[in-house]
Nanobody
Framework: VQLAESGGGSVQAGGSLRLSCSVS????????MGWFRQVPGKDREGVAS???????TYADSVKGRFTISLDAGKNILYLQMNRMKPEDTAMYYC?????????????????WGQGTQVTVSS
């Protein structure tokens, strides 16, 4: 299983970015996929997830602004980020879980991408 993020960058507050995660060697309809973020000195934080049945879950801090989606035909996981805030600044990672149900517990995810940096300026 290989995961590779892209689409990070710098944006002003209120702007949008779309992150992509290219996935190979994984069975979407059996496993949860998620997006996490991390800033230096803090634990990795769950942002959004999509379970094996297509159900989505969001952290309260991004609910209504971020959307996770999966294009199984292209093997790409997306995170659309709108109305971005400076506190969204972080390294963003896509991850693949060992389970069909999703959790914010990072230890349940067995595969991680290398991360892509997102910076939001005020």
């Amino acid at each position: 299983v290989q995961l590779a993020e892209s689409g990070g960058g710098s944006v002003q507050a209120g702007g949008s970015l779309r992150l992509s995660c290219s996935v190979s060697g994984y069975t979407y309809n059996r496993h949860c996929m998620g997006w996490f973020r991390q800033v230096p000195g803090k634990d990795r934080e769950g942002v959004a997830s999509i379970d094996s049945g297509g159900g989505t879950t969001y952290a309260d801090s991004v609910k209504g602004r971020f959307t996770i989606s999966l294009d199984a035909g292209k093997n790409i996981l997306y995170l659309q980020m709108n109305r971005m805030k400076p506190e969204d600044t972080a390294m963003y990672y896509c991850a693949a879980s060992r389970f069909g149900d999703c959790s914010w517990d990072a230890s349940t995810y067995s595969r991680w991408g290398q991360g892509t940096q997102v910076t939001v300026s005020s």
